[in-house]
């Protein structure tokens, strides 16, 4: 129970104390000012609190948005202040004066006190009685629920999710607020939605692949719902944050083996197709999260300064554009809604295909913009630096390279030239030497080293965050052309594996950063090896058993126990990261193709 202290006695007939009630207060009224420091000290110490005027007339879903939001640590409207047990410890020992007076003393000890846009809800302290009477009025004429279910949907989303999910889905998610249901369980339904889908593709089967189709678009209403319960009834956590985050790739990935096992049945072999489809969709979205991070600390002037930002600008104007934009990025609604129809209506073949060339489009279209909106740029932050770094994952021979090598004089594109010449003598090698040949083994030490030459100074560059998503790119691509070539039963699919384990962990990496708590912790990514260790290893592999008459099923052997180890390792400490650790409760509000 979180207790709400009135600062004065109730005005007669105002539904104040039974709005309070409403939202789980234990209201305590302090008919005088002196009173509000005992009813203070009264309260235990892990409760949340709230300090409000008793003249306050508004809606019930404002007092929500100021005292009920657990991502701040304090919140504010006129005549209302929410503080968390933590925001507490601020306040003066001695209070005498109202919510505003408590408000300042907070912002003044450093604590930020947020303060919800509104929009049509009413939040005043009216002064007389006429213009208390205007101010129930102007309450009386804007529905509260109305605006409540409004606020619950993103405001910024796919076409496919904003006309087709989202008028249905907020009212799901009321249905499931009114019964007590939680936003992780919702979730958690999305998954296992998804999973069932995936085996229904697997069965191979016509009724399967039409059972799977429907099965995922239920699965992403229930992802849609997840979020719009969360910011219906502000149940925001940590926890759910990291759910969201990682529970999507989880979903499509698995959907992905599960239509690869379902052609399999029926004599048709994918994997290469699966395998590729998560390393254009993995690749893809580290483009975002690296040009993203890179932009980081940015104003608007020096962000949205070259021709390809006012063209976007102008564009906006021009409501149709807006859509379109928006559809051909394929953001997760679109890509879904695309995935759960050729599965039903043709094969796991042409699923693949026609996923892989739209994916293309989409990646074309996103990487040609970020690299003209960059050119223009000047060098990045510290900050943006060390955030492009950390998604490298590069690990200690990529760190052992760059200490022994001075930084080299690099023409000023020449540290993604460097990465990208790596990455593409490793792929090359890999695709044109003789199995079991030791070159891959070279053009990885190679890789290795490029690596090294790329990472040697701060990555401040223009065009510094295309290392992330070339080095993604040279590692997956990697596994999956040695595991191709393998031609043996169950190479692909533990290549499938392992590189499902590793996107997870770069997930994992991109949603830390996002969360402001920083990358993984180092010796992690020393563990796991780095992008240029696991390809040295897995070259070394495919040089040890993959040659002629030698056997073959240790290199799936290899690739499968790999994944084993980089799985155990990353989720444990993932998990152990988001459900112990202090990392704030930040959700994906930003409309951004996931």
Request: hydrophobic fraction near 50%; include cysteine; charge should be neutral.
């Amino acid at each position: 129970m979180s207790t709400a202290i009135l600062t004065g006695p109730p005005v007669a007939g105002s539904s104040l104390e039974a709005d309070l009630r409403s939202l789980g207060f234990e209201v305590r009224v302090a008919a005088r000012p002196a009173e509000v420091s005992a009813h203070l000290a009264a309260t235990a110490a892990n409760e949340r609190l709230a300090l409000i005027d008793p003249r306050f007339v508004g809606h019930t879903h404002a007092l929500r948005l100021a005292l009920k939001d657990p991502r701040f640590a304090a919140g504010a409207l006129p005549g209302v202040l929410g503080v968390t047990p933590e925001a507490r410890r601020a306040l003066p020992p001695e209070l005498t004066g109202g919510p505003q007076q408590a408000a300042e003393a907070l912002e003044a000890a450093g604590v930020e006190v947020h303060r919800p846009e509104l929009g049509t809800l009413v939040a005043t302290v009216p002064d007389g009685e006429t213009a208390r009477k205007e101010a129930e009025a102007a309450v009386a004429a804007v529905d509260d629920e109305a605006v409540r279910l409004r606020s619950a949907v993103k405001s910024r989303d796919g076409f496919f999710t904003t006309f087709c999910v989202s008028p249905y889905s907020r009212y799901i998610a009321r249905w499931c607020a009114r019964r007590g249901l939680t936003p992780n369980q919702v979730t958690t339904a999305s998954l296992v939605t998804a999973l069932i889908a995936a085996g229904c593709a697997a069965s191979g089967q016509r009724w399967g692949f039409v059972a799977a189709g429907v099965l995922l678009i239920a699965s992403f209403v229930l992802d849609a719902t997840d979020g719009q319960l969360a910011r219906y009834d502000l149940q925001y956590s940590k926890l759910g944050a990291w759910l969201d985050a990682t529970f999507d790739r989880a979903k499509e990935y698995s959907y992905y083996a599960g239509l690869a096992l379902g052609a399999a049945r029926g004599g048709d072999d994918v994997w290469a197709l699966a395998l590729g489809a998560m390393l254009l969709m993995t690749a893809r979205h580290t483009v975002d999260f690296s040009f993203n991070e890179a932009s980081h600390a940015e104003s608007a002037v020096t962000a949205n300064t070259s021709r390809t930002a006012a063209l976007s600008s102008r564009l906006d104007s021009a409501g149709w554009t807006v859509w379109a934009r928006r559809m051909i990025v394929l953001p997760i609604g679109e890509r879904w809604a695309l995935i759960a129809v050729l599965t039903a209506a043709t094969t796991p073949r042409i699923t693949f295909l026609v996923l892989l060339a739209a994916g293309t489009l989409a990646a074309c279209y996103t990487t040609a913009g970020r690299l003209l909106r960059s050119l223009h740029r000047r060098a990045r932050t510290d900050r943006a630096a060390e955030g492009v770094r950390a998604l490298t994952d590069s690990g200690p021979l990529a760190e052992l390279a760059a200490r022994l090598l001075r930084p080299l004089p690099l023409p000023r594109l020449g540290v993604p030239a460097v990465a990208l010449l790596g990455g593409a003598v490793i792929l090359a090698t890999a695709w044109a030497t003789p199995l079991g040949s030791p070159w891959p083994v070279v053009a990885a030490a190679v890789y290795a080293l490029c690596a090294g030459v790329a990472l040697a100074r701060p990555l401040k560059g223009p065009l510094d965050w295309l290392l992330p998503p070339f080095f993604r790119i040279a590692e997956y691509g990697t596994v999956l052309v040695l595991a191709a070539r393998a031609d043996t039963d169950g190479a692909l699919p533990a290549a499938f594996g392992l590189v499902a384990a590793l996107a997870y962990h770069h997930y994992d990496t991109v949603y830390r950063i996002r969360g402001g708590t920083g990358a993984p912790p180092h010796w992690l990514v020393r563990a796991v090896g780095g992008h240029e260790g696991r390809t040295l290893v897995v070259t070394v592999a495919a040089a040890l058993w993959l040659g002629d008459g030698g056997p073959t099923q240790d290199f799936n052997f290899a690739l499968t126990a790999l994944a084993v180890v980089i799985a155990a390792v990353v989720l444990v400490e993932s998990i152990r990261f988001w459900v112990s650790s202090q990392a704030p409760a930040v959700h994906d509000e930003t409309g951004e193709p996931a």
